[in-house]
Structures are given as structure tokens and as C-alpha cells.
């Protein structure tokens, strides 16, 4: 009995070191800093939802392209993700979750090294400020990249990609 006594430390410690989280990003797990924060390395869903870890994240307050959606021979709901895809790379993403919607993710303001994700989508043209959900957040970034003919605005049937939602 003394001699399994004296492993128990020693099991203790090998099993703590198992525990440990790489510094590589690429292998650090989710965390909730507190329930209203969601932090790691994201992979891209679509234009508007990403997942970290299991936790499927809806971009707050912009609206990108549905599966499916074309404009002429251009694939604008891929065009959309991958441009997301590109921003976020490997980065550590940080999600300030404000709830939950009826698909129960989460519902955040993620940024990547301090640049909200939103302001990223909606300005480079691949998705658009919703009122609704953003207060007019992005509409400035909406209207620069409207005039400046980015992403989908620089296409010719912008108007088809929304799926008829209202955007007031």
C-alpha cells in the first residue's frame, strides 16, 4: 500500500503535464474567458457564421450571402466565406457573445487582432450592415464599398443575393 502511496504524486504530475495547452494557436482549444466571450482559432462556416471548437458563432449585425447564391458565373456565397477565410487565417478570433439566435449559436461581435470581422466583410463588399441587428454599425462601411463597386457591389444583380430580406 506505502508503494502505491508514493506513486500517486508522481501519476498526479504526469497526468497535470498531459493537460497542458500547446502555445501553437493552431492547437489551442475554445475558451470562455467568462460567458460572454468566446476566444480561439476559428474555421469558416460561411460568410456570416464561423465555429471555434465546437461553438458555432453567427457574425452579429451583417448579413452575407446564402449557400447558393450567384451572381452570373460568380459564386458569391463561396466568394463571401473565403474572403472571411482569408482574414482570419490561423489568427486567434475573440467573440463577444451578446446571445443566442433560433439555430442556438452564438451570436457575436468577433474581432481578429483587434479588427472587428464585420466592419472587414461589409467593407471589402462581401456582406452588408443590417440595421436591425447592428444599429447601423456598418452602414458607412456599406456605402464606401457600394460606391466603390467592391465585392458583390461591383457586380451585376446585388439585389438577388439577399433572399428578399429587408434591410430597413
Not at 498526479?12 to 467568462?34: E, H, I, M, W
Not at 464561423?50 to 452579429?60: F, N, P, Q, V, Y
Amino acid at each position: 500500500m506505502k508503494t502505491q502511496n508514493a506513486f500517486l504524486p508522481l501519476l498526479f504530475l504526469a497526468l497535470a503535464a498531459c493537460g497542458q495547452v500547446t502555445a501553437d494557436p493552431q492547437y489551442a482549444k475554445a475558451t470562455r474567458s467568462d460567458a460572454d466571450q468566446i476566444i480561439g482559432v476559428a474555421s469558416v462556416v460561411d460568410g456570416d457564421t464561423i465555429e471555434i471548437h465546437g461553438s458555432r458563432i453567427r457574425l452579429s449585425g451583417f448579413d452575407a450571402p446564402e449557400r447558393g447564391k450567384r451572381c452570373g458565373g460568380t459564386n458569391v456565397y463561396q466568394k463571401a466565406a473565403l474572403y472571411l477565410s482569408d482574414q482570419i487565417g490561423a489568427k486567434t478570433v475573440t467573440c463577444d457573445v451578446s446571445g443566442t439566435d433560433r439555430y442556438d449559436r452564438a451570436v457575436a461581435i468577433c474581432s481578429v487582432k483587434g479588427s472587428d470581422l464585420g466592419d472587414i466583410m461589409v467593407g471589402a463588399g462581401w456582406a452588408r450592415d443590417w440595421p436591425r441587428y447592428s444599429r447601423g454599425k456598418y452602414a458607412q462601411a456599406e456605402a464606401t464599398a457600394r460606391q466603390g463597386g467592391k465585392g458583390i457591389w461591383g457586380l451585376a444583380c446585388p439585389g438577388d443575393v439577399w433572399n428578399g430580406r429587408n434591410y430597413d
